[in-house]
């Protein structure tokens, strides 16, 4: 890459680049699945729980078959969702929920943790 005089050609200068762009882009798709990850595991406790509620309470499944039919059929059922955020309880800055550590958020400016409980947005 550095030839004997010991300077860099632009060619050979564009080809760093373009190969740290590229490792920036697989950083952030790593950070996406994460986050999806998280998202994932996140309505999967929340429909386990609702599930044992529901078939504690005698709810008969066909009716949360037909339910769950009428909800795909709705266009907004597949609108985009935020991360869980909330006020650090030490510093007062905000947490983003981590999307390591599912229900979970981390200060980036003091280190506190936090857990966010799932919610159902009605």
Not at 58 to 67: F, Q, R, S, V, Y
């Amino acid at each position: 890459m550095i030839r004997n005089s010991g300077y860099v050609s632009s060619n050979e200068y564009k080809g760093v680049a373009a190969e740290v762009r590229q490792a920036e882009k697989v950083q952030e798709a790593n950070r996406n699945i994460t986050d999806l990850k998280s998202d994932i595991l996140r309505l999967k406790i929340m429909v386990q729980a609702m599930m044992e509620i529901l078939i504690e309470k005698g709810i008969d499944p066909n009716l949360i078959n037909a339910k769950m039919e009428e909800i795909v059929a709705k266009p907004e059922t597949f609108a985009s969702s935020k991360k869980e955020s909330a006020p650090c309880p030490e510093c007062g800055r905000m947490i983003l929920d981590n999307g390591v550590t599912p229900l979970t958020g981390t200060c980036l400016y003091c280190g506190h943790v936090i857990r966010f409980a799932p919610k159902i947005d009605i």
